[in-house]
Structure formats: structure tokens, C-alpha cells
């Protein structure tokens, strides 16, 4: 059997992640923003260190905690969909 070359072959079709969408998830719920933009095992980390921060409120250290990983998850949302959009040539 003889196969033909095809005339051109297209590019795949590359979506930007939404760094405002991603910070905004994050904001709400933390780590939810790094699932969005496919980073899933850093999402789950953030989510189960804010439950942890949360449950380390009983011993005041959780008041210190809760904010640093709060504004962690959406930081890396933001910064995680900047760099993959940055490697994909979309600018964001």
C-alpha cells in the first residue's frame, strides 16, 4: 500500500492559560487555580497545606500559616499559567 504525502500538516492548537481565572479560583480556594492551569500535584499540595494550616490554628501557629499558603496558592496560579503561556509563545 502506498501512503501520500499530506500537502502541509497543521500545527496543534495551543489554548493560554487564564492567569486571571487561575488567581481568582485561587483566591476562593487555594491550589484550585493550579488544577486549573493543569499543575495538579502542586494544587493538591497548596490545598492540603491550607487544610493543614488551618488545623495548626489550634495551636496559633495557623494564624501565620493560613495567609502564607492563602496567598501561595495564588501566586503559583498566576506565575504557573505565566510560564506555561510564555513557553507555549502567547503573551499574557
Known amino acids: 500500500m502506498t501512503e501520500y504525502p499530506q500537502p502541509y500538516q ?3 492548537i ?3 492559560k487564564n492567569t486571571a481565572l487561575a488567581t481568582i479560583a485561587s483566591f476562593f480556594v487555594p491550589g484550585l487555580g493550579s488544577l486549573i492551569i493543569g499543575r495538579a500535584g502542586w494544587g493538591i499540595a497548596i490545598l492540603v497545606a491550607y487544610v493543614l494550616a488551618w488545623v495548626s490554628m489550634l495551636a496559633v501557629v495557623g494564624l501565620l500559616l493560613v495567609p502564607l499558603v492563602w496567598v501561595w496558592g495564588m501566586l503559583d ?3 504557573g499559567a505565566q510560564k506555561w503561556n510564555r513557553e507555549h509563545g502567547i503573551v499574557s
Request: charged letters at 0%.
Open 10 to 12: 497543521s500545527a496543534p
Open 14 to 16: 495551543v489554548q493560554p
Open 77 to 79: 496560579a498566576y506565575l
